[in-house]
């Protein structure tokens, strides 16, 4: 298995948190430390910043957007629901127990 390297200012667990997401035992959530897209149904791995979180979903939003370059009035709702949607869903999983 390859080495994971997660680095960021004043937070030395940082990768072991993260490496606790994606190998801890999850066996009532198997999907716990993803989030889904509602418009397409891609799976955007959760990252225990928020900063880094947002960039993700953000990187995301950006496909939809781009593919409807020539609907300007969909595309805003459509990046909107989304931004909104996994938001919703960052928070409801970081508020579960024993996430990290």
């Known amino acids: 298995m390859e080495s994971i390297s997660v680095k960021g200012p004043n937070e030395d667990?940082?990768?072991?948190?993260?490496?606790?997401?994606?190998?801890?035992?999850?066996?009532?959530?198997s999907k716990r430390g993803f989030i889904k897209c509602p418009e397409c149904g891609d799976e955007i791995l959760m990252i225990p910043t928020l900063r880094q979180m947002n960039q993700a979903i953000e990187n995301h939003v950006k496909v939809h957007k781009e593919i409807l370059i020539d609907r300007p009035i969909?595309?805003?709702?459509?990046?909107?629901?989304?931004?909104?949607d996994l938001a919703q869903q960052v928070l409801e999983q970081a508020s579960l127990p024993d996430l990290f």
């Open 13 to 29: 667990n940082l990768e072991e948190m993260y490496l606790k997401v994606i190998t801890g035992p999850n066996d009532n959530h």
């Open 74 to 84: 969909l595309k805003q709702q459509t990046a909107m629901q989304i931004r909104l």
